[in-house]
């Protein structure tokens, strides 16, 4: 019982079993109390009291004394008999004698004008607490109450931890990056604390959204600047080293190494960051990923034979998406370009292709060394492998956005071999019509 | 003669001079309006176009240029837009650069797009006829039916690729050679926009009597269907 949900429901029940159990505990004191009392009636314990209420009152005062007894002691009869045997109501004279009426000695009691009666108290019903004393047996009647103060609990437990748990839900997309998750309206238009929880939460969200909009507003923008002064700056190093003797040729070539670098993370960054733009309107055309991928696959083997490195088909299958041909090319060939740069020493990149349920299913896999288990959620985030020379390090996080604009998903998990594998999804044609595109672009 | 739009003029004077450096003589212009003026005036043999201009962007100088000349194009795109370079193509460029570019990859790419037109002048002079189509290669003319049909040089060598090799599958490396005068680069989609763009222009496919057939991941193959 680890969870909030079980912890609840289940203090919920103990609170109650012990309140019940205390209940319990207390009526049978009480009621045992009472039946003691009870017992140690005896009929002497009367005769004073009827005495005085006779001789102050006379048979009207007894008759209203013993009215008054019957309502104190239910289960006790007391009768009158005068000289004659008459009773003093004309009663039939029953039930049980009281323990304590040893030897049938019966107290007199006499009134004013001289009249006495035999007083007999008797007892009619009995007072031992049994079975029947209660509606139902007790056990039956506590399982009652625990089984259903025990669904009661659930659903009360239920209600206080699912907006906790939609919450979490919320959460986890934005961890996984997906920072346009809004929480459910549900959860928002509660007017509790929990309500107020996820409005806080979802303001968090935006101010965030916000935050790192203008974090990659600032990129985009300084990256463009740069466009211009790295075109000039590219062509002064070229018409230097046109001019310039053999000596300085070396310093050239680094020059123009550096500034090619640059030029390549600008490039990235702008194509990045195009596609993070709200609500980008994203070409919708049929797309037969089968010719797609083979393709790639054709394209990227220039460069990968160039690093000594193949790449093989695996399994294909016939597979048309609904979406834009360029972002989904892009998708896939930035995988791939990851997968050579990292495939070991004459490695072997394989690719698979197939359909799950109503999503197809790409999964490029290297022979590398993988990737530190931590950090494999990591690698589609901006710059998380920008160490390398090859680009910005951007590659698998413009994968990823442009797989997130078809309505797909992407996803990395070392092999057990050794190895990456990336596994890109994209819902078939007619399931991307419903979500996907739509609802990200009208978020 | 090279004519370079470019509304960066620091720039265009820096390649003005690196171009010389190079034996290419070039002119400049800052605007859609001065290329046109000029292209009126002076013999260009090639414009080195960027995409973006201030007033009438790239893409319209392009549609505009044309209308009246078959000068190869080259264009100047934004790096990081895939769509603008496919645009590009597709309105009739020939071969395509990403900015910021590298001077030696421009000159080279200028050296390609002679050595085709040299290529196509010495090539054969007689008129190729298959079916329907009829091309002269000295006016870079095609008919379809009859019907005379636009192309731009790049397009022009494509399909007289594939012609001339019909029934033979041509690879995608091949055709790029034949069509841009350079190699295949690594994604590189430029053949593919031109292959799109003649499937578009003379209405080839399945039904009709020509049909560029694609051969996944390996090239192209021109088919008749001819009685």
């Given at each position: 019982m680890t969870s909030l949900f079980g912890r609840l429901w289940l203090s919920y029940l103990v609170v109650i079993a012990l309140t019940l159990g205390a209940a319990a505990a207390i009526g049978f004191g009480v009621a045992v109390n009472r039946a003691r009392s009870v017992n140690e009636l005896t009929p002497i314990s009367f005769a004073r009291p009827a005495q005085m209420a006779l001789a102050?009152?006379?048979?009207?005062?007894?008759?209203?004394?013993?009215?008054?007894?019957?309502?104190?002691?239910?289960?006790?009869?007391?009768?009158?008999?005068?000289?004659?045997?008459?009773?003093?109501?004309?009663?039939?004279?029953?039930?049980?004698?009281?323990?304590?009426?040893?030897?049938?000695?019966?107290?007199?009691?006499?009134?004013?004008?001289?009249?006495?009666?035999?007083?007999?108290?008797?007892?009619?019903?009995?007072?031992?607490?049994?079975?029947?004393?209660?509606?139902?047996?007790?056990?039956?009647?506590?399982?009652?109450?625990?089984?259903?103060?025990?669904?009661?609990?659930?659903?009360?437990?239920?209600?206080?931890?699912?907006?906790?748990?939609?919450?979490?839900?919320?959460?986890?997309?934005?961890?996984?990056?997906?920072?346009?998750?809004?929480?459910?309206?549900?959860?928002?238009?509660?007017?509790?604390?929990?309500?107020?929880?996820?409005?806080?939460?979802?303001?968090?969200?935006?101010?965030?959204?916000?935050?790192?909009?203008?974090?990659?507003?600032?990129?985009?923008?300084?990256?463009?600047?740069?466009?211009?002064?790295?075109?000039?700056?590219?062509?002064?190093?070229?018409?230097?080293?046109?001019?310039?003797?053999?000596?300085?040729?070396?310093?050239?070539?680094?020059?123009?190494?550096?500034?090619?670098?640059?030029?390549?993370?600008?490039?990235?960054?702008?194509?990045?960051?195009?596609?993070?733009?709200?609500?980008?309107?994203?070409?919708?055309?049929?797309?037969?990923?089968?010719?797609?991928?083979?393709?790639?696959?054709?394209?990227?083997?220039?460069?990968?034979?160039?690093?000594?490195?193949?790449?093989?088909?695996?399994?294909?299958?016939?597979?048309?998406?609904?979406?834009?041909?360029?972002?989904?090319?892009?998708?896939?060939?930035?995988?791939?370009?990851?997968?050579?740069?990292?495939?070991?020493?004459?490695?072997?990149?394989?690719l698979r292709m197939g359909s799950v349920g109503g999503l197809i299913r790409i999964e490029v896999d290297d022979d590398g060394p993988g990737i530190a288990d931590q950090d494999v959620g990591k690698i589609f985030m901006p710059f998380f492998r920008g160490e390398a020379s090859n680009g910005a390090g951007l590659g698998l996080a413009i994968a990823r956005r442009a797989v997130l604009l078809h309505g797909g998903d992407i996803r990395a998990a070392n092999r057990p071999g050794g190895g990456l594998s990336v596994q890109i999804e994209v819902p078939l044609a007619s399931a991307h019509e419903a979500g996907g595109v739509g609802s990200l672009a009208g978020a | 003669m090279i004519l370079v739009v470019d509304d960066d003029v620091e720039l265009t004077q820096m390649l003005q001079r690196f171009l010389a450096g190079e034996g290419l003589s070039a002119i400049q212009a800052g605007t859609g309006g001065e290329a046109l003026r000029l292209l009126a005036q002076r013999a260009v043999d090639l414009i080195v176009l960027d995409v973006m201009l201030p007033g009438i962007d790239g893409f319209e100088v392009l549609r505009q240029v044309r209308e009246r000349y078959d000068t190869p194009i080259l264009m100047l795109t934004a790096r990081g837009d895939d769509t603008d370079r496919i645009l590009g193509l597709e309105s009739g460029a020939d071969d395509y650069l990403s900015k910021p570019f590298n001077p030696r990859e421009l000159v080279a790419r200028i050296g390609a797009i002679f050595r085709r037109m040299e290529r196509r002048e010495a090539a054969s002079r007689l008129?190729?006829?298959?079916?329907?189509?009829?091309?002269?290669?000295?006016?870079?003319?095609?008919?379809?039916?009859?019907?005379?049909?636009?192309?731009?040089?790049?397009?022009?060598?494509?399909?007289?690729?594939?012609?001339?090799?019909?029934?033979?599958?041509?690879?995608?490396?091949?055709?790029?050679?034949?069509?841009?005068?350079?190699?295949?680069?690594?994604?590189?989609?430029?053949?593919?926009?031109?292959?799109?763009?003649?499937?578009?222009?003379?209405?080839?496919?399945?039904?009709?009597?020509?049909?560029?057939?694609?051969?996944?991941?390996?090239?192209?193959?021109?088919?008749?269907?001819?009685?």
């Open positions: 102050t009152g006379g048979t009207d005062g007894l008759l209203r004394w013993l009215v008054e007894q019957r309502h104190r002691h239910p289960e006790l009869q007391l009768y009158f008999v005068d000289q004659s045997g008459r009773e003093l109501m004309s009663r039939q004279i029953g039930g049980r004698e009281l323990p304590g009426t040893n030897g049938g000695v019966e107290p007199v009691v006499t009134a004013r004008n001289g009249s006495s009666y035999r007083m007999i108290v008797r007892r009619t019903q009995n007072f031992a607490i049994t079975v029947g004393d209660f509606l139902l047996a007790p056990e039956v009647l506590i399982g009652i109450v625990l089984a259903i103060s025990g669904v009661g609990c659930a659903v009360l437990a239920r209600f206080l931890t699912r907006p906790i748990e939609q919450l979490r839900t919320g959460v986890r997309t934005i961890a996984a990056g997906d920072i346009r998750t809004r929480l459910a309206p549900a959860l928002l238009r509660r007017r509790d604390e929990l309500g107020s929880l996820a409005r806080d939460f979802g303001r968090m969200i935006e101010s965030l959204e916000a935050m790192i909009a203008s974090k990659e507003e600032l990129l985009r923008d300084v990256s463009h600047e740069l466009r211009s002064p790295l075109t000039r700056l590219r062509l002064a190093a070229s018409l230097a080293k046109q001019e310039a003797n053999a000596a300085s040729e070396s310093e050239f070539e680094t020059i123009e190494r550096e500034v090619e670098r640059i030029d390549r993370m600008v490039g990235e960054i702008l194509r990045y960051s195009r596609l993070s733009e709200h609500g980008p309107p994203i070409g919708s055309q049929a797309v037969d990923l089968t010719e797609l991928l083979e393709e790639v696959v054709a394209d990227a083997h220039i460069e990968a034979s160039e690093a000594r490195k193949s790449i093989q088909i695996v399994s294909s299958c016939r597979a048309e998406v609904q979406g834009d041909v360029v972002l989904l090319r892009s998708a896939i060939e930035n995988v791939l370009r990851n997968a050579i740069r990292f495939a070991s020493k004459n490695g072997r990149i394989e | 008129p190729i006829q298959l079916g329907p189509l009829t091309m002269d290669p000295t006016r870079l003319g095609v008919l379809m039916n009859g019907e005379p049909i636009r192309l731009t040089t790049a397009e022009f060598m494509v399909l007289e690729a594939l012609v001339s090799a019909a029934g033979k599958m041509q690879t995608r490396a091949r055709l790029t050679e034949v069509a841009l005068g350079r190699p295949l680069e690594a994604y590189d989609r430029s053949i593919d926009t031109h292959v799109s763009n003649l499937r578009r222009k003379l209405r080839l496919g399945p039904d009709a009597l020509l049909e560029i057939r694609s051969i996944r991941g390996a090239g192209y193959l021109l088919t008749a269907h001819l009685s």
